[in-house]
Each structure stands twice: as C-alpha cells, then as structure tokens.
C-alpha cells in the first residue's frame, strides 16, 4: 500500500512539503507486525516476545570467544584516559583492533570477515561501551553506518568482493549525510551528483558536517542529490574513495566529548564516481540510510547497557566502601535508590538490546524499525541518567578526573570522561525528540491505513463517505474491544509471578491504543504538531516494550538465579507503571503545554525580555 499522510500540506512552505515527501516516500510500507507495533494497539503480541530468544550454542562460544579476546586486549593494550587527553587513538591499537578481527565482526567470512551475529556484534558494543566511548564510536560509525553495512544489505556481489575484504583487514570507513543545513531534515540537502554526459560515472560536489571516521577513513558512503523532474529531491547514495581528486578535509570538529574522535568536515569538489559504485540504486539514498540506521541504532543502546554496568560496579563498589553516619552509604535509602535504578536501567537496556538483536538474526529482512528505535530511545535516556547519577552517589571524586584520582592516590573510576563521552548518545544517529516523532509516524500508521481517507479533508466527499463507512464497520468492533479486559493469552509456561506483569502490560496497551484513536480523532490532519503529546503516548509504548522484554528475559532466567531476577523485574516493572501513570497525567494537560509553546514564541519573536538581572 503506498505511503498515506494526513498532514494538512496546504499551509506548508515548498521545503516542508519537500522534507515531507522525503520522508514518506523512503518509508517502509510494509505493514507493521513486530510486539512493539502491537503495544499501540492494544493487544500486545506475547507470542512474539516469548519464550524469550537464547542463542545458539556454537553462535554463544563463537561471541564468548570474540569477546573475551576484545576484552583482554582493550583492558591489557589501551589506555582510555590516554586517549582522552591525547584526542588520538595510537596506531598501534588500530593496528591490534585489526588483527583481532574488529574492523569485519559481522562481514562474512568469505570476504575475510568474522562473520559473527548481530547479537555478538551486540555483546561486542557492550564490551566497548563499558571500557572507552572513542573506540566504540570509531568501531561503530565503520560498521553499523559506514560503508561495510550497506554493502552486507545492499551491495552487488561485485561490490561485496571489492569492498569487504579491505574492511575487515582493518581499513576505516565513513558515513557521511549531515550538511551545515541539514540534520533531520534531508530534503536541504546541498550536495549535489549529476551524471557525466559520457555515462561512465557521476560528478560529485558538495561538503559534509561531522563525519565520524572522516579522518581516518578509506572510503566513504556519501549521500547526494541526485534530482530529476519526477523526483527533484531525490537522493542516492555513493561509494567514495577519499584519494580521488577533489575530496578534502577541511577542519577536524572537536567536542566536548570523545576527545578522539575522527569527526571532520569534508568538501567534494568535481570528485568522479564510477557508476558501479552506486549503493541499491540511483534515487534509493534515503531508503539505504533508513534503512542502514535501523540496525545500526542497536549499537548505541547496546554500547550504553556495557556503560550502565560499568557505572553500577563503581556504584556498588563505593557504597559498600564509603561510610557516613556509621553505615556504609549503600544502606541509607538516597543512595539504595539510585542503585536499583542503576541496576534495573542495565538489565532493561541489555534485554531490549538482546531481544531486537535475536529479531536481525532470525530474519536479515525482519522489520524491526520500531523496536530498534526504542531501544535506541530507552537505553540512551537511561544510560545518562546512570552516568549523572553514579557521579552523584561519589560526589565530589566522580566529577574530579580520572588523572587527578590517580594522582592522589584515589581509584580513579572515569565518571567524569564517562558522563562526557555519554552525553552524545542522545543526540547521534536520531535524536530522542526525532526517534519520537518516528515512532509516533510509525504507530500511526495502522489507522491511517484504516481511516485516512475518511478524515482527510483535502479529498473530496465522494472519496471521504465511502471511506468513512468502511472504517466505522472496522472501528465499531475494535474500539469497544479496548476497553473490555480480555483473557490474555499468557505465554505456556510463564512463571505465575510474572503473570500479573503481562497483564498490567496488556493494560496499560489499551488504554494507550484508547488513547491514541481519541487524539486523531479530536485533533485530525493537526496531531503531527501535537509533538509534546504524541511525545508522551511514545514513552508510554516504549516503557512498555521495556517491561515486555525486562519480563520476557526474566522468564529465561528464572532457573538460574531466581531470587536476584524476580526482584529485578518486581522494581522494573513496579517503578514503569508509575512512570506511565504519570505520563497519561501528563498527557492531559494541554494547558500547560500551549503556554509553554506560547511562551516559547514570544521570546524567540522578541516580544518579550527575559528576567535575568544582568540585562
């Protein structure tokens, strides 16, 4: 079914209509049918989370071997303060990263590659998040965005064989889409590739912002306008090799974080670009960077789970330790709580991350851009969280630097590079504000197919009426169905406490699915600027896709630690239905939300001054 907006375009200015098409035509059209889809809709999809996945046996040794040799040599051959305070990476650590396979972890092995699964490459970005945020993003940015994941999903054969082998022997390599005007929305794109009259290759002119590895990178997967009069925004994606003629650096970006990173900006002047070395297909960039994203979103929450660990060792270590009012700080209840966040954001962040990573490897084409971009959204926003809260709980030495510890004398736990370095994440590959509008679009998607021509008032009647009596027969079984508590089909062989965690899931699904159909019927073609609310019915669906995987994993692993698993998941899932009752509270006050909007406005329109007593 092609994509159907009900967005009012009628006011819209011709580059919001541009960055509109965009974004509908590259959208996935097939119909959503993953568990997080369904929590939108009320009727949750357990047979889809559980029995929760376990990996293989000769899939787990092949991770247990990558990933220990990964952590002996990180722990034994880098030194993460070094490179922070250097802002470089020693070659020799590219060098041992290369001969360990790290460049290539999911490139097959007939290209050289480890040929390992997404979820060892997971367990990998876990190993990394927990040791040095430089070397995860240099590791990341090559191989869940740059040029080795495109190619593995839609590379020709003779671009897999020309390619592959040089990145898992240890060559680097980029992505490069942002421009001084364009995060978000790519339809300002500026970069320009036009076809050589003779047909042989393309002409490439343009300049990228903040291309991590494009420093140190081989080749590069640049995305380019490519319009012709049907598509004049059309986009296509292209294999650049930064030693052609014309490809410069221009400055490297510095930031307060990730002191090392490779991140510069890059200037195409009349670069030539073999045909062969277009990705899928000329007009399909955005789809090969949508869809590269989707999967190369899990290395953020899965990096965070390893920094969520990290910080909860300091944490336990430090309360146990430090004493205060005669008893270690651990036992006073400020301090308890902060750990069991600690404890229960880890756990939560390592299911999500586990389960979307089961789903790639079950099925390459498996359709998982609502749960990735969840768990990207959950485990980011939670990761900062942990970081700001373990430098709470050891106060003063957390916001001191690792060195100066060092220097007298003092572990020198890295809180304070970590909370740095972690601060991006919320921000790279989708901020959250964007990953919830996605998400929002996507959820959306079911009734629009359902009852987009009913209440679109752009169509004509005879088109609306029609449509309407469709719907009306579709929603008058549907919408009573919300709010009648159904038997739920509690996955065979559930554990009888974690039954009543399903069913408050189920619950609160409903009730979100109830919801939702009030707000596009109340609001029409003008929810999509109802961000704060769609906002809150996202985190609502997002929590619950937490609990669902928190739970389902739980269930797993019952017959190995019982006790330590039931009260993880008691305090999981008891602390997420609050949060969701609270944000249905939220939800409602509208009032607030339209003064703050206006408020906002006034202020950037100059209409009023702000308060501060040095004005």
């Known amino acids: 079914m092609p994509n159907k907006s009900i967005i009012d375009t009628s006011t819209m200015s011709a580059g919001q209509r541009a960055a509109l098409e965009m974004a509908e035509d590259s959208r996935d059209t097939r119909e959503i049918r993953g568990f997080a889809g369904s929590l939108f809709m009320g009727f949750p999809k357990l047979s889809r989370l559980s029995p929760f996945p376990e990996q293989a046996t000769e899939d787990k040794l092949a991770g247990d071997q990558f990933t220990a040799k990964l952590d002996t040599f990180l722990k034994e051959h880098t030194d993460p303060d070094q490179i922070d305070l250097d802002g470089e990476i020693p070659d020799s650590v590219f060098k041992g990263l290369a001969e360990l396979g790290a460049f290539g972890i999911k490139i097959p092995k007939k290209y050289g590659g480890l040929g390992l699964s997404q979820t060892n490459y997971s367990r990998a970005a876990m190993v990394l998040g927990a040791h040095c945020g430089n070397l995860t993003a240099l590791l990341s940015a090559h191989q869940s965005i740059g040029v080795p994941q495109p190619l593995i999903v839609f590379g020709s054969d003779v671009q897999k064989e020309k390619y592959l082998p040089l990145f898992a022997s240890g060559n680097v390599s980029a992505f490069a889409l942002t421009e001084q005007d364009v995060g978000s929305d790519p339809a300002k794109m500026q970069t320009t590739a036009i076809l050589d009259p003779s047909g042989d290759h393309w002409i490439l002119n343009g300049e990228k912002l903040w291309c991590t590895n494009g420093l140190k990178a081989s080749h590069l997967v640049v995305m380019a306008k490519t319009p012709t009069p049907e598509k004049p ?18 400055t490297r970006c510095r930031f307060m974080g990730l002191k090392a990173l490779y991140n510069g900006v890059i200037r195409f002047t009349d670069v030539k670009i073999p045909k062969d070395d277009i990705v899928l297909a000329e007009g399909k960039g955005l789809k090969v960077a949508l869809t590269t994203l989707n999967t190369g979103r899990l290395t953020l929450p899965a990096a965070c789970a390893g920094a969520l660990q990290r910080c909860l060792e300091i944490s336990l270590t430090w309360a146990s330790r430090r004493e205060q009012w005669g008893a270690a ?43 990735a971009a969840m768990a990207k959204l959950w485990g980011t926003e939670a990761a900062w969280h942990g970081v700001d809260q373990t430098m709470q709980i050891k106060g003063g030495r957390g916001y001191e630097t690792a060195s100066s510890l060092k220097n007298r004398g003092e572990v020198a736990d890295p809180i304070e590079r970590m909370m740095r370095d972690c601060r991006i994440n919320t921000i790279f590959e989708g901020s959250s504000e964007i990953m919830k509008l996605f998400i929002a679009r996507e959820a959306l998607d079911p009734h629009l197919r359902q009852g987009a021509a009913a209440i679109d008032t752009r169509s004509p009647m005879s088109q609306r009426i029609p449509a309407a009596i469709k719907a009306g027969l579709h929603y008058a079984v549907w919408y009573p ?41 109340l609001n029409g073609p003008k929810l999509e600027k109802r961000q704060l609310l769609l906002s809150c019915y996202v985190d609502i669906a997002t929590e619950l896709f937490a609990m669902s995987c928190a739970v389902s994993r739980t269930d797993s692993l019952l017959q190995k630690d019982p006790k330590h698993a039931l009260t993880t998941i008691h305090y999981v899932c008891s602390r997420g239905v609050e949060r969701i009752k609270q944000l249905f509270h939220q939800s409602k006050d509208s009032k ?24």
């Open 481 to 521: 169905l919300r709010w009648m508590p159904l038997c739920l089909e509690v996955p065979v062989g559930t554990h009888p406490r974690l039954k009543r965690h399903y069913k408050h899931i189920e619950k609160y699904s409903r009730k979100l699915s109830r919801a939702l159909f009030h707000a596009m019927i």
């Open 592 to 615: 607030s939300e339209r003064r703050g909007y206006t408020l906002a406005q006034e202020l950037i329109e100059g209409h009023c001054t702000t308060f501060s007593a040095t004005r």
């Open 329 to 371: 700080i651990g036992k006073h209840a400020a301090i308890a709580a902060k750990i069991a966040d600690l404890s229960a954001d880890q756990f939560t962040t390592e299911s999500m991350v586990l389960y979307v990573s089961a789903l790639v490897d079950r099925d390459k084409k498996s359709d998982i851009r609502i749960e």
């Open 233 to 250: 925004y059309a986009s296509t994606a292209f294999i650049v090799d930064v030693t052609n003629p014309g490809v410069e650096v221009i």
